[in-house]
């Protein structure tokens, strides 16, 4: 049975079309982007200010991010480190220290205690003195030894899981009766020492996380306005070549990608930049917030290993969205007027 020759040379024809086809889109992006990095380097001074006002709106959200982190942490550091110590009565058995021990035990906010009876607080309280031969001397009297034993409590050393609800642990300590019977009455459980650096420290991040966000819409806001106008000066500045495109048919992706890639090119540099200013200020401050007890072992972690690469990306790629945006918005109401 022959074969339709119409139907061969169809396919023929349909494998050259797709194939050509796919060779002009690829000869059309090309130009674009040759047109658009012209474009670029023609308006420098233009596209200059749009990439510093855009540099800005990434650094302030790249030091927002970074603040939140850091200021959230070193409070989380600060929870972990908290020890509640629990006063009881001086001269407690171990025997007893052990029993009110089962007892905190049974409690799911208690991550570990200690307890030390009154001979184990004296010998602690020697080695925090040791540089201190006066007192060190005078407590060497039998008399004074004796003394010291029949005043200084017995404790417990509490660390939790969850520093801002202690219901449970102080519903022990007031209700249970092997608590009650040897608590010290005139001395309070360390349950809010620290508090009022932690809330701090807290609010600090707050502050600093709504600040950056309210910071950083503010700039984005401008950001897009400056590339927005850096945009239609660059249409205003071409129109007749845009009109000269239009009449030899060129459709609206081929008009508006060179734009586009501008406003792109921008949003890298802008990227890099501040992700270049941010990690080196970031290396230049970390000592010294080292020195004020802030934790920023997390960020470094991120800094100094593959994980940079990943920065880089998210702060030139948030630079290109907002390029992107902005110049659709200047190119597509252009547009739009042309047509009507």
């Given amino acids: 049975m022959r074969k339709n020759p119409e139907r061969k040379?169809?396919?023929?024809?349909?494998?050259?079309?797709?194939?050509?086809?796919?060779?002009?889109?690829?000869?059309?992006?090309?130009?674009?982007?040759?047109?658009?990095?012209?474009?670029?380097?023609?308006?420098?001074?233009?596209?200059?200010?749009?990439?510093?006002?855009?540099?800005?709106?990434?650094?302030?959200?790249?030091?927002?991010?970074?603040?939140?982190?850091?200021?959230?942490?070193?409070?989380?550091?600060?929870?972990?480190?908290?020890?509640?110590?629990?006063?009881f009565k001086p001269g407690l058995s171990e025997e007893t220290l052990a029993e009110l021990s089962a007892v905190m035990s049974e409690d799911k906010n208690v991550k570990s205690l200690e307890t030390a009876s009154s001979e184990e607080e004296y010998t602690r309280f020697l080695k925090e003195n040791s540089d201190n031969i006066e007192l060190i001397n005078t407590l060497d009297d039998p008399d004074m030894r004796k003394i010291m034993l029949s005043t200084m409590n017995s404790t417990m050393q509490l660390k939790v899981y969850d520093i801002d609800n202690l219901d449970s642990i102080k519903n022990t300590v007031a209700a249970n009766e092997l608590f009650i019977k040897n608590v010290d009455k005139n001395k309070e459980a360390t349950y809010d020492e620290h508090r009022s650096e932690i809330e701090t420290i807290t609010s600090w991040a707050n502050i600093a996380k709504n600040g950056g966000i309210v910071l950083g819409i503010v700039f984005l806001g401008i950001s897009i306005l400056v590339i927005f106008n850096t945009i239609r000066m660059a249409i205003f500045s071409r129109r007749e070549e845009i009109y000269m495109m239009k009449l030899v048919g060129a459709d609206r992706t081929f008009i508006k990608g060179p734009f586009l890639v501008e406003a792109q090119l921008s949003g890298v540099l802008s990227g890099t930049i501040a992700a270049t200013l941010g990690y080196f200020g970031f290396r230049f401050l970390e000592p010294k917030l080292t020195n004020y007890g802030i934790d920023v072992s997390t960020i470094m972690n991120i800094l100094e290993s593959n994980k940079l690469v990943l920065v880089y990306l998210v702060m030139i790629l948030a630079g290109m969205v907002i390029g992107t945006v902005s110049a659709n918005l200047a190119v597509h109401k252009y547009l739009r007027k042309q047509t009507h």
């Fill in 9 to 87: 040379i169809t396919k023929k024809h349909l494998k050259t079309l797709t194939k050509n086809s796919g060779a002009h889109k690829l000869r059309n992006s090309s130009r674009i982007v040759k047109y658009g990095a012209i474009n670029f380097a023609r308006n420098i001074w233009l596209s200059a200010a749009a990439s510093l006002i855009m540099t800005v709106t990434l650094l302030i959200l790249f030091i927002t991010v970074i603040a939140s982190v850091i200021l959230s942490q070193t409070a989380d550091a600060m929870r972990d480190k908290i020890d509640i110590t629990i006063y």
